[in-house]
């Protein structure tokens, strides 16, 4: 067992910090959280193996990333680390991101160093369909096998500029427009669900030859994963709702650099919003509204929501930063500080392993020696599944 005593504990679920509080992890597991004073030393006295003393510290869970291309847009690399778009064909829902991760790019430590302990790999935004996204923790194994939460979390797509940019204007085939982006991913869920029936009615006699493409797109078609949908621009987000709708699909709006400007119409929808990222410049017209004022927008009115840095985009390791800016643009401190944890928890579906402090949880847990919104504040120690691992 590993306690951790006399801290300061954020757990999340509650507003309020423990005051002189402690946490004892048990294996991979929170085990217990409580005060000090509640603590029965003598009983655990002798399973106790390491003792972490948090006098003065801040205790807060890992942060999350809920979308990046950590390993998979390796840093300091040109075309050689670049495993994150397959632009030999628009659909590619068969790539999985798990199998392009390098475990060993330096933005690994960087990141868990800055307190994050789990993310979100995704392909890029080339494909209309890039492939499959999976969620992996930062630490403790550079073995890619060995990090995985869930390699199997969601299906990326992409909507807008890019997929016009990069098979359109590039290589002078579809999608040439909007129309197009949305017409081939129609196509491909159609093509699914009839791929699908086939199976169903499949017989000894009347066997389905396997499509590895829309065996990719299964998950997403029987609502059993979510499909993310990279939108900046208002109509982008529309589309990506209007198909949602149309195909009965669990979504995510990746993005959502305009949501202020359809705010109840995503409210609406049911959708949750990963917003970002925003701490760059305005690098082409589809974000030339961004601002961090978003998020407020959207949790003001009810929406889930969460902040990403779309790494390398921003480094992860300044997912700090990026909240206290939205906490700057009028967004509450704790509401900002769920946006990183509890919140990007609850949008990649895995609320009850991540995103705070609670008994039962994974014991990724981080100290600080100051709130981590000052920019001048350090992650002295960092726990992932139990582990010192920093």
């Avoid at 946006?339 to 609670?358: F, H, N, P, V, W």
Wanted: glycine residues 8%; aromatic residues 6%.
């Amino acid at each position: 067992m590993l306690l951790i005593k006399n801290a300061t504990i954020n757990t999340i679920e509650d507003k309020e910090p423990i005051n002189d509080g402690y946490i004892l992890l048990k294996e991979n597991k929170i085990f217990q959280v409580g005060k000090m004073s509640d603590f029965d030393l003598k009983s655990y006295e002798k399973k106790v193996s390491h003792t972490i003393d948090a006098l003065g510290k801040q205790v807060y869970p890992g942060f999350i990333d809920a979308h990046t291309h950590l390993g998979i847009a390796n840093v300091g690399l040109r075309w050689e680390g670049a495993d994150y778009n397959e632009i030999s064909d628009p659909v590619t829902p068969q790539m999985r991101t798990v199998d392009g991760i390098y475990g060993f790019d330096d933005s690994f430590r960087d990141t868990m160093i800055g307190g994050v302990t789990t993310v979100v790999v995704c392909p890029g935004s080339a494909n209309v369909v890039g492939g499959v996204v999976c969620a992996i923790k930062t630490g403790g194994s550079n073995i890619v096998d060995e990090m995985i939460v869930d390699a199997n979390l969601a299906m990326k797509c992409a909507f807008g500029e890019n997929p016009k940019n990069v098979f359109g204007q590039s290589q002078k085939k579809a999608p040439f427009t909007r129309m197009a982006t949305a017409s081939l991913l129609r196509e491909i869920l159609i093509k699914t669900k009839e791929y699908d029936n086939k199976l169903k009615n499949a017989t000894k006699d009347k066997p389905v030859d396997i499509n590895i493409k829309y065996e990719a797109m299964l998950p997403v078609v029987r609502r059993e994963i979510p499909i993310h949908i990279h939108c900046h621009r208002a109509d982008d987000i529309c589309t990506a709702i209007r198909i949602g709708k149309e195909f009965d699909l669990r979504l995510v709006l990746v993005h959502a650099t305009e949501a202020s400007l359809v705010a109840q119409h995503i409210k609406s929808s049911g959708y949750p919003a990963i917003i970002g990222p925003t701490m760059t410049h305005k690098s082409k017209p589809e974000v030339k509204n961004k601002g961090f004022g978003t998020l407020k927008s959207l949790l003001d009115i009810g929406v889930l929501a969460c902040c990403t840095t779309d790494h390398p985009v921003i480094p992860l390791q300044h997912i700090n930063i990026c909240a206290a800016l939205t906490s700057q643009a009028g967004l509450d401190k704790y509401q900002a500080l769920k946006a990183i944890t509890i919140y990007a928890a609850e949008i990649i579906g895995l609320q009850d392993r991540l995103g705070s402090i609670k008994v039962g949880k994974d014991a990724d847990l981080v100290l600080w020696d100051g709130h981590p919104f000052d920019a001048t504040a350090k992650a002295t120690n960092v726990i992932i599944n139990g582990k010192v691992v920093y």
